[in-house]
């Protein structure tokens, strides 16, 4: 009887979770699908990314997050010069030897946003849609063309139908919850940090990353979009540094998996071949 009452209890919470976890997840706009070079069997890092990825780390991100797990000396594997690594660490005040802690320490770091920033370390593993997320909330932020069409919007008190489905879709936001659209777009106009990807919308972090915030030394574009991709190709490299030997050992173990099927199956047709039937 127990037991029964334990099943009834189950069903009813998956009852009540089941459909608001579904309506959560249909809530936010889709994240865009990236083209990820280090993705599948035998996907590989881009070298040249990684680098550009981890100036944009050092030079913009940790001003606000540290990237622990990581030595600044590992930099060296990505192809940076002993000088590089110790001019980078020096720009934090840091060792080659340390750990790229970032300057900003927790107590402060809670006085300016409310929250203290977290480690990226691990980060492209910890949030659903990894790195397509990451990259997401890197381009989610308002762009001066929606701010001028919320002004526009907003300038005469009410929301047309019209008017609230083409800032619904341009901000990814639900049309069919006008309060909340008309609540995101007096925020975004309060100049709070609007963010498509970010689940509520809006958070702590002000924009980190605009077109040409970093320069290049490769000459390579320095536009938002390549920067997000770097940085998030450099943090996906920071949650595992090891991801290439790993790719490689499992092609190993496969062939040799596979050559040894070859001469299992070799050895069984030579066994069975004296017996006569
Ligand atoms: C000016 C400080 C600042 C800078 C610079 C900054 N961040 Fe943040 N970041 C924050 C704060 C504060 C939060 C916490 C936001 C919150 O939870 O509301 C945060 C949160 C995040 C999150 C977690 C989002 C989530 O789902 O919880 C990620 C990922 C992130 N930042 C990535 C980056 C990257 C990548 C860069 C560099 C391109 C960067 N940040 C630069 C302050 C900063």
Not at 35 to 63: H, S, T
Not at 135 to 154: E, T
Request: aromatic fraction near 10%; charge should be neutral.
């Amino acid at each position: 009887m127990d037991f029964l009452k334990f099943l009834k209890a189950v069903a009813l919470a998956a009852a009540v979770v089941l459909p608001q976890s579904a309506l959560a997840s249909s809530d936010g706009p889709v994240l865009p699908k990236q083209d990820w070079k280090f993705v599948g069997i035998f996907g590989q890092f881009d070298q040249a990314a990684l680098k550009r990825g981890a100036r944009v780390a050092v030079e913009v991100c940790m001003a606000c997050h540290s990237i622990k797990y990581i030595k600044f000396d590992a930099l060296k594997k990505l192809g940076f010069t002993e000088a590089e690594v110790i001019a980078l660490a020096e720009a934090q005040s840091r060792n080659k030897k340390d750990a790229m802690l970032s300057p900003m320490d927790a107590t402060s770091a809670k006085d300016s946003f409310g929250v203290v920033p977290p480690d990226l370390s691990l980060m492209t593993k910890a949030r659903k849609g990894y790195e397509d997320y990451l990259y997401a909330i890197l381009n989610g932020y308002a762009s001066d063309a929606d701010r001028a069409l919320v002004q526009k919007v907003m300038e005469d008190g009410s929301l047309s139908e019209q008017e609230l489905l083409e800032v619904s879709s341009a901000l990814g936001l639900n049309a069919h919850n006008p309060e909340r659209v008309k609540e995101v777009l007096v925020r975004i106009q309060a100049n709070e940090n609007f963010n498509k990807y970010f689940p509520g919308n809006f958070f702590a972090m002000p924009q980190p990353l605009s077109d040409g915030s970093v320069t290049y030394p490769d000459g390579v574009e320095n536009s938002l979009k390549q920067m997000s991709h770097d940085v998030t190709t450099f943090l996906a490299w920071a949650a595992e540094p090891t991801l290439m030997e790993r790719k490689a050992l499992g092609v190993k173990v496969m062939l040799y998996l596979m050559v040894l099927t070859v001469m299992f199956y070799a050895v069984k047709r030579r066994v069975w071949a004296k017996i006569h039937h």
